[in-house]
């Protein structure tokens, strides 16, 4: 298993969690990052993004303003601090990686090669 993703639970709405994915994937340090969520019966969705330097990061405009990406290449983890819960952020938060190597961050879910199995976030009203 090459990401493993850490930290969901059972939160309150206005409550927040943070989210860890620790990589092993090979050179990870010099590659893009994101965050995505995938709610029961709906697509899987871009939650928040971030390149191989942390020089550029990018959120889905539901979450702008409450979450924000991170991370630490010296430990080979990104992290997503979740603040101001909703009810509608309950799912299964997956974070991925993108080997492409670009500058900017991809928000397709196809452009993105590697997976974690996912960790569950259920936000009670």
């Known amino acids: 298993v090459q990401l493993v993703e850490s930290g969901g639970g059972l939160e309150q709405a206005g409550g927040s969690l943070r989210l860890s994915c620790a990589s092993s994937?090979?050179?990870?340090?010099?590659?893009?990052m994101a965050w995505f969520r995938q709610a029961p019966e709906k697509e899987r969705e871009f939650v928040a993004g971030?390149?191989?330097?942390?020089?550029?990061?990018k959120y889905a405009d539901s979450v702008k303003g409450r979450f924000a990406v991170s991370r630490d290449n010296d430990k080979r983890e990104m992290y997503l601090e979740m603040n101001s819960l909703k009810y509608e952020d309950t799912a299964v938060y997956y974070c991925?990686?993108?080997?492409?190597?670009?500058?900017?961050?991809?928000?397709?879910?196809?452009?993105?090669?590697?997976w974690g199995q996912g960790t569950q976030v259920t936000v009670s009203s």
């Open positions: 971030i390149n191989w330097s942390g020089s550029a990061t």
């Open positions: 991925a990686v993108d080997r492409s190597r670009r500058v900017v961050v991809l928000t397709a879910p196809r452009e993105y090669d590697i």
């Open positions: 994937v090979r050179f990870s340090n010099l590659y893009g």
